[in-house]
């Protein structure tokens, strides 16, 4: 190897990761810039200093010669040295250079350097995906005095003996789901991108609202895709459907109807109406086809008539709900149909359930947050407030909002989960959250890569005043709006803050978040002692509901 510690050398980066930056050198060799060699003030995110494909001088500090790896540092090298360097041409310019071989063979590169890491630099916390940062909590919780109740529920959980064991099938799903079903899907998503432009979605509760919030946070609200997805089965509302059907009268589209009682009303009602206007359109046999049922394996009036139709159905395992069904074929068929990787989703999901695995409250961040909820509602705290700084993201706590409200709301107990878009709620709810009454607490989800950036332009005239963040991205403008808000909220406002921060939202760190969620949500209504899995209080409205229509029985 040709390198030696204290020679300074130009690389390109070929991937930024929560740690650092990968980066190659001329002759291949690969190497680490640690995010602690980058500057020399705290760096809180690296896509603000570092880009892919940009070069850089960097110095060689450390140099492995069997695993033909460097350890470099930016932060060392003098601006002496980086005014001798060569040809003087400073980081912009560089990136400008034509490196498109470069960049073929950069998933080669980033996959051998992944390799000969060998996860040695990274510690626990940096190979999570989503990071659980607890240092913006006001009140001081006393984590030691849950850890053996903590032990003792994941072990009840495991061993499947607390209250509604028997839908605890989410819990090893990534590892257990059914191969042929998945190849099925994906077979069956690619047919409905290529002969249909549109797909709906027809499903209610936690039979629709995983895919929605997938779908939205990884494509955004205006996707560049001629093929739409859109929602009904969730509504009584005739304006809502009226409107739906009428966009569908001039649309080429399939039908997912997802219910895995078959017998849900808002669902059942769409779904009729939306089978007879395809079967006006295309005729009933050609209409069978295009229809896509995800039900329960035996039971079930849709179950029944996906049978007689001859329409392709998918499994919700019986020992799943509703509102941890997203990994399993209820959110992923239409997350598939949206042109996502759901296999990739199953593995960040996969690997949450192995990292999760674990007793110790002081090595389970899951379970750490688990512990803050429950802390917090037996300290005054009435409300859990879901903050993200994206809209697309907003899918994600109407998910969560499901997720916990249904799992803890009950016997008179549990967090009220509400939520809010930063900044757009900052102009509404941001006066109430700052300085009105003490009820609630904040968990907050930014992601630090954002899906795409803008650069706030230059004006000759600023008559607005702007130039002062000219060419500055808008993820800088949005992160230092995070940065300020949670600094109000948390000094000023006496907020307690969890901050959950993801490098990246992917399909994999998205499956990851999703089974965090979940696991939490188990662990977190199991503390409160109730049974996070049924859902009693739900059933009183419908009869109410069915007696008022006149429904034989009620
Ligand atoms: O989480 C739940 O169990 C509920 O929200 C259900 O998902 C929702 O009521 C829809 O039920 P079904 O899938 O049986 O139509």
Request: hydrophobic residues 40%; charged residues 25%; glycine residues 6%.
């Amino acid at each position: 190897m040709n390198y030696q510690v204290g020679d300074l050398v130009q690389g390109t980066i070929t991937r930024i990761v929560s740690y650092g930056a990968f980066m190659v050198f001329e002759d291949e060799t690969q190497g680490l810039l640690h995010i602690s060699e980058v500057a020399n003030s705290y760096i809180r995110n690296l896509y603000h200093y570092l880009h892919v494909g940009a070069i850089y001088l960097v110095k060689v500090i450390a140099v492995d010669e069997e695993k033909n790896f460097l350890k470099v540092s930016l932060k060392q090298v003098s601006k002496e040295e980086r005014l001798a360097d060569k040809g003087g041409l400073n980081d912009r310019i560089k990136s400008r250079i034509d490196f498109t071989a470069l960049k073929a063979a950069m998933p080669k590169f980033i996959d051998e350097a992944l390799n000969k890491i060998n996860h040695t630099t990274a510690n626990k916390e940096e190979e999570s995906m989503v990071k659980v940062d607890l240092s913006h909590l006001v009140d001081k919780v006393d984590f030691a005095s849950y850890e053996a109740k903590v032990k003792t529920i994941h072990e009840g959980i495991h061993a499947k003996s607390l209250p509604g064991n028997d839908f605890l099938g989410w819990l090893n799903y990534p590892n257990e789901y059914d191969q042929n079903e998945l190849a099925l899907m994906m077979e069956k998503a690619k047919e409905v991108r290529s002969h249909f432009d549109t797909l709906v979605v027809c499903g209610i509760g936690g039979s629709y609202l995983g895919a929605l919030a997938a779908i939205n946070a990884l494509k955004g609200l205006y996707p560049d895709d001629p093929f739409k997805i859109i929602f009904m089965g969730q509504t009584f509302s005739a304006t809502y459907i009226a409107q739906v059907m009428d966009y569908l009268k001039n649309r080429n589209f399939a039908i997912n109807v997802i219910s895995k009682s078959g017998t849900t009303t808002e669902t059942s009602i769409s779904f009729r109406l939306l089978k007879q206007l395809l079967e006006s359109k295309v005729g009933k046999e050609k209409a069978k086809n295009a229809i896509f049922a995800t039900t329960d394996k035996e039971k079930g009036a849709l179950k029944q008539e996906a049978m007689k139709e001859g329409y392709t159905t998918f499994t919700l395992p019986g020992d799943i709900g509703g509102r941890y069904s997203v990994l399993s074929p209820v959110g992923l068929f239409p997350i598939a149909c949206a042109g996502i990787d759901i296999k990739a989703m199953l593995e960040g999901a996969k690997e949450a359930m192995n990292n999760y695995n674990n007793a110790e409250l002081m090595n389970n961040p899951c379970y750490q947050y688990a512990v803050i909820r429950d802390y917090m509602y037996h300290h005054d705290k009435q409300c859990e407030m879901f903050v993200t700084y994206e809209p697309h993201l907003k899918e994600i706590a109407e998910w969560l909002k499901q997720l916990f409200a249904e799992s803890e709301g009950k016997g008179h107990k549990g967090l009220l989960p509400t939520s809010a878009t930063f900044s757009t709620d900052l102009h509404s709810l941001g006066q109430f959250i700052q300085d009105g009454s003490p009820v609630l607490f904040e968990t907050l989800l930014f992601i630090k890569k954002p899906m795409k950036d803008v650069i706030i332009p230059h004006d000759n005239e600023d008559l607005d005043g702007l130039n002062y963040i000219e060419n500055k991205a808008l993820s800088f403008v949005n992160e230092r709006a995070y940065l300020g808000t949670l600094a109000a909220h948390e000094h000023d406002g006496k907020v307690n803050n969890v901050v959950l921060e993801v490098e990246e939202l992917t399909a994999k760190s998205l499956g990851y978040l999703f089974y965090f969620f979940m696991k939490a949500c188990a662990m977190s209504a199991y503390l409160l002692d109730v049974n996070p899995f049924d859902q009693p209080g739900v059933e009183i409205y419908k009869k109410n509901m069915f007696h008022l229509l006149g429904k034989k029985g009620y």
